[in-house]
């Protein structure tokens, strides 16, 4: 697998986070290559302030620090953890990390951006470069050209200004947005009740499943244990906290503890634990790679609905992951839950793992499988 990235005689030594010793996925793709290639030849000044958001390891972020002041923004901590590693590997000048939180900075000179693939998170993006950045600086962005398509467009115009687009090469497009439109108020957060439950849930932009439940989520609430003896929980991949705020309500002395590699996940689920479970309750969030750095055998349950995406590539290997994690942190007779399509086959994952008479089926429907492992 190709770690080197050559442009125009320069080359950088990228690798994805975590670091897989089977890696079959490079660190960066064809949109990062012409995002280069355009702004080399564009011939910018040097020392321009360059907003780089939604890198996804730090391809973009390495090459122009040598040259430019770079400030990259980015929901992932995955993304973050790539882009810093690979900045120290390639021996390249600090740069500024800040979450799509954060407020994008007023001096900007220009912003390069990978269209990120939620787009609720796009429109968020746009509506806040539009109220900060001046309408003289340019916004070029990229995506393959498959995935852009009229509607991302018009998301440009509405909430960003002008937009046009280039030819593809190498199946990307390249899209030049003016920031010149009328500004449009984006509200950061969409509210709603869970049907049936008294669960009232705030959604960031980049959250999971943010403007309705997610299916799998609905049939695990169903399931959830209430169970005295429980005293410490972890919800793996919490999304907006659904599951740990119905498995609060279960178990009030339980201490809940949600992680999740985005940072907007994450400040959901904060929110949400406190509104729907008041301020007393013992409870961490963390934005974090499953279980990386967590004490062993300390927990008694770990409830997961495992992500399919690990940034932009589809894979199960994030699944394999959050199950070892979870065995490793479950004390003994602890349980871990997970739901899953039943296509996805985590019953033989979860046997393997944690021996085939250890684990059992908790509930199923025609779509999904809710498994229960317990640790021996
Ligand atoms: C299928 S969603 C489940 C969300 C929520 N628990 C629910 O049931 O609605 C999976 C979640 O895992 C998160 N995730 C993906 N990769 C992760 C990683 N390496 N470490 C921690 N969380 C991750 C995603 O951001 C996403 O919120």
Redesign the pocket.
Known sequence: MNTELTILDRQLTLHRF?ANKNETLQAWDAGDEYLIHHLEEMALADNQHILVLNDHFGALSCWFSTRHRITVMSDS??AHQGILNNLKHNHCPEVTCLTTMDAIPDDVNIVIMQIPRNNRHLVWQLSQLRQQIPSHCQVIAVNKARDIHTSTLALFERYLGQTHTSLAWKKHRLVFSQPDAAPVCVASEIEWSVDGEAIQLHNLPN???GES??Q??RF?LQHLPRDPKIQNII?????????SVKLGQLNPEATLTC????YM?VASAQKNLQVNLGNDRQTHCLA???LDGFDGANTDLV????????QQAITDH?AW??FCDAKHVLCKTGKLMV?GNRHLRYDVKLARLFGKSHVKTVAGNKKFVILEATKS
């Open positions: 975590p901590f995955i959250v999971y499943s439940l997610d799998g989520a695990m919800d793996l991949g919490c999304g907006n906290g659904v599951l992680i999740d590699e985005s996940a974090n790679n499953c409830v997961c609905n495992p992500p399919f995406h690990q994030i992951q959050m739901i």
